[in-house]
């Protein structure tokens, strides 16, 4: 079983920054991809963000020149970083551990979630 909790949501005004991050207490988190997603209400999961076991990193096309991930095995975390957040950001932010695979963009492909953090930006 894989625990993952994530951390650094809460309100931001439009334009500004926010630092995500997701952490696990799991020995083998090193061995998962870890994914971001968002969802807003009445809305599917969004997919935003992986990394691979080697820092790799892939972002949804239409956020991926605001977004920046990292990762840091040692700690068992990983790091988005969202950069010229508007209302629409807006949303609960879920991270999820997962074996590798080229369907990454889908929720199915990840078998453990947090508990998601709220994302809040002002207009």
């Known amino acids: 079983q894989v625990q993952l909790v994530e951390s650094g949501g809460g309100l931001v005004q439009a334009g500004g920054s926010l630092r995500l991050s997701c952490t696990t207490s799991?020995?083998?988190?090193?061995?998962?991809?870890i994914g971001w997603f968002r969802q807003v209400p009445g809305k599917e999961r969004e997919f935003v963000s992986t990394?691979?076991?080697?820092?790799?990193?892939y972002y949804s096309d239409s956020l991926k020149d605001r977004l920046s991930v990292s990762r840091d095995n040692a700690k068992n975390s990983v790091y988005l970083q969202m950069n010229s957040l508007r209302p629409e950001d807006t949303a609960v932010y879920y991270c999820?551990?997962?074996?590798?695979?080229?369907?990454?963009?889908?929720?199915?492909?990840?078998?453990?979630w947090g508990q998601g953090k709220q994302v809040t930006v002002s207009s």
């Open positions: 999820a551990a997962g074996g590798w695979g080229r369907r990454f963009r889908r929720p199915t492909s990840y078998n453990y």
């Open positions: 990394t691979r076991r080697d820092g790799s990193a």
């Open positions: 799991a020995r083998t988190f090193s061995a998962y991809m």
